[in-house]
């Protein structure tokens, strides 16, 4: 099995790099104020995958710790400015 890994880790990587430079393209063209925000979204879980993915590659359990740590900021990033572009106060 991590042989099979191994032979893939590159095309897995250049996958996820070529997921967040879409995701960038659209953080910074977006239309409106919500694709930005959903952009940003994707580009903290898809780095939240890497993350877990590399962890498992290198067999390094600090590395899902700051993958955590990213889901969390990620999500609680993403929930302050929707609320702020709904109008409505962090604390409602």
Same mark, same amino acid.
């Given at each position: #099995?991590?042989e099979?890994l %191994? @032979?893939a !880790?590159?095309f897995?990587?250049?996958g996820f790099?070529l ?5 960038l393209?659209?953080?910074i063209? $977006?239309? *409106? @104020?919500? =694709?930005?925000?959903?952009? $940003? =979204?994707m #580009?903290? *879980?898809? *780095?939240?995958? +890497? +993350?877990? !993915? ?6 390094e359990? #600090?590395l899902? /710790?700051?993958?955590i ?5 990620g999500f ?9 572009? %709904? $109008?409505?106060e962090?604390? /409602?």
């Amino acid at each position: #099995m991590m042989e099979a890994l %191994e @032979a893939a !880790f590159p095309f897995i990587v250049f996958g996820f790099i070529l997921s967040l430079l879409i995701a960038l393209y659209r953080l910074i063209r $977006g239309p *409106t @104020a919500p =694709d930005r925000v959903i952009a $940003g =979204d994707m #580009m903290a *879980t898809v *780095t939240t995958a +890497l +993350l877990v !993915f590399l962890s498992l590659y290198y067999r390094e359990a #600090m590395l899902l /710790d700051i993958a955590i740590l990213t889901a969390l900021l990620g999500f609680i990033g993403t929930l302050t400015i929707s609320k702020y572009l %709904e $109008g409505r106060e962090v604390g /409602d």
